[in-house]
Structure formats: C-alpha cells, structure tokens
C-alpha cells in the first residue's frame, strides 16, 4: 500500500518489476517473518487504537440499530439519551472486548492484506499482477479478512452483547466467560455469517478504495520528494474515502449481526433461519438504521488507521513489500 511514497515508476510495467524483484534482494530490505510480523504488528495497533477510540460513537450506533424507535434523534441525540439515562460511562461501554478484538483482527486484516498481495503476486508474475490489480487487492483483502473475522467474532459478540444489556456483564472477562458458561463455544460464533457478510465487502471495498485513491493522488505528486507529512496526508485522505465507501456497503450486515447477536435464537433455530427472519423483519430502510452515525465512524477511524499504519511501518523499517500500483 502507499503508506510512504512509493518508487518512482519508469513508465514499463516490465521495467519495474526489474526494479521491485531488485530491491527485494536488497539485504538490507525486510522479508518472510521478519516483514510481516511488522505489518501484522503495525495493523494491530492502528486498528485496536482507533476502534477502542470510538467506542462512544459505536455504542450510540448499536442502540441507534437495536431500538430505533426509542433512540432516533441521530448521533448527537443518542449521546444526549444514553448519557442522561446511564450515566457518562455508559459509551465506554465494551471498549475491552473492542481493543482486544480489533487488535487481533487489524493483525490477521492488514498482515495478511500484505502477505497474500505478496503471494498473488509470486503466482501471478509482477507484470500480470499489475494488470490485474484490482482483483490482486479484491482477492488479498477478502482472504486477510475471513481469517481475522474468525480472531474477531467471539470478542464482537462480546461486545454487542454488554452494550445491548448493560447489565449483563461488568466488562470483557466476566461477559466472555458468562457467554461460554452458559451458551457454549457456539454462541461465540452465531455471528460468523453475518460477520463475515459484513466484513468480506467492507474489507475488499476499504482496501480497493484506498489503494485506487492513493493512487491517483500520488500520480499528481511528485513522489521523490514528497514530505512524510504529504505521506500522512494522502493515507488519511485515502483512507476517510475507503471507510465512506465501505461504510455503506457492509452497513446493512452489521445491522443484522448486531441483532443477532442481542439475544438467543430459538430451540432449533439456525443461523440462515434467523438472518433471513431478521431480514424480513428490518426491510431496507430499516437495514440503514444509524447509517450517520456509522459513516461518521467508518470514516474517521478508517483514515486514522491508514494514517498510523503507514507511520508504524515506516518507524518499524517495514520497507519490504512489493508494490503493484503504476
């Protein structure tokens, strides 16, 4: 990704390939382990310090989700609602599960991003992966994102669990454990569909976006000598556009996991019975409910995770990838 100006292209896709299979023999570059456990490292923190950040703005998404009718003054209001009826610390309610969950995905999401970019590529060849860029980063970011999902999915449902019932459980430790108690490993992962449904497009949309835009910022860039603050700049452009995009195609998914995971299904109810239940029940207006909100969020915390990304990699030395973008 373009976290740092990237090389300069010669204007031949074969040209630079030369250039990029030359400087990944570079001994000083970072490879194998060495690279991706910063890239892993480097998605960690960026998004378990942004998620756990908007904690507030998430709380007051989910209720906005959950009960629509008694919390429709939009994002502002909600604050107002909450915090009248419970008290200031009521929107830093699940921050636990929400850093712990988002440190292990943003790990699994943008180390994997970068490892199976890397491995398209070696399959691929540079020249036809470069070509076919998009459907490299497609097929990168929904392969990272299904691993990450199944890391993130039992803390989520933690999450949405103590924020729906406030009363259920006094944080990350005693809500996980009551979970598995009394429901069992399985109602850690009633979710996974819905999840997965959620996270797979906004995932690929966050990445293609952000790559695309990049991008083209950077062609009107002279990159040779552009500043790190320019760097900055553009991945937190890049990123605020990624996380609109990606905001409104996964927004009707997290709705639906938001629901499901509020309460028990019924004896013998599966998953699917209770998506397409569910479903039916939100309509597609209902399915956009606290779309503000989550745009609102989506955004800044997608900008923000680029911005640090780029920065932890660059402090980390973590120069090694290889970039496919003309």
Partial sequence: MATAPPPSSTGSIQLDGIKQAAAAQD???LSGFALYSRFAFAGAVCCSVTHGALTPVDVVKTRIQLDPIKYNKGLIGGFRQVIASEGAGAVWTGFGPTAAGYFLQGAFKFGGYEFFKQQCINQLGYESASQNRTAVYLASA???EFFADIALCPLEATRIRLVSEPTFASGLVSGFGKILKNEGVGAFYSGFGPILFKQV???????VVYEKVAEMVWRSIDKNTASSSTATAVNLGSGLVAGFAA???SQPADTMLSKINKTKGLPGEGT???LIKIAKELGLRGSYAGIGARLFMVGTLTAGQFAIYGDIKKALGATGGVEIAK
């Fill in 27 to 29: 001994p000083r570059k």
């Fill in 142 to 144: 929904a392969a990272a």
């Fill in 201 to 207: 497009p906004y995932t690929m949309a966050k990445f």
């Fill in 247 to 249: 905001a409104i195609i």
């Fill in 272 to 274: 699917t019975t209770r």
